[in-house]
């Protein structure tokens, strides 16, 4: 009996890496050239005074962005402005 259950623990063993695929795709190079810094981002956006890109959000307090952390499982996206100043 033992004989047999440990050849069954071997043989799912053997079988279990193939029939699990953990490994994620490589990101496209064309999606990581779309990603704007954050310093290019707020130079060409002078005006705006908080922003987030829907992991961390971000306040602009004398030119410099201040950001909480990024929220758990989140999917990076481009900058958005979602407040500007009145200048």
């Known amino acids: ?8 623990l071997l043989l799912i063993v053997s079988v279990s ?11 496209p190079a ?10 290019d981002f707020l130079q060409a956006n002078p005006n ?10 971000c306040v602009v307090t004398d ?3 201040d950001c909480s952390t990024p929220q758990i499982a989140c999917v990076k996206k481009a900058y958005q402005c979602t407040a500007t100043s009145g200048k």
Do not use: T, W
């Open 63 to 65: 030119g410099r962005a």
């Open 30 to 39: 064309e999606r990581a050239a779309d990603m704007q810094s954050m310093k």
């Open 48 to 57: 705006c005074r908080e922003f987030n890109d829907s992991c961390s959000y």
């Open 1 to 8: 009996m033992h004989r047999f259950i440990f050849s069954l």
């Open 17 to 27: 890496p193939v029939l699990c695929d953990d490994a994620k795709p490589a990101e």
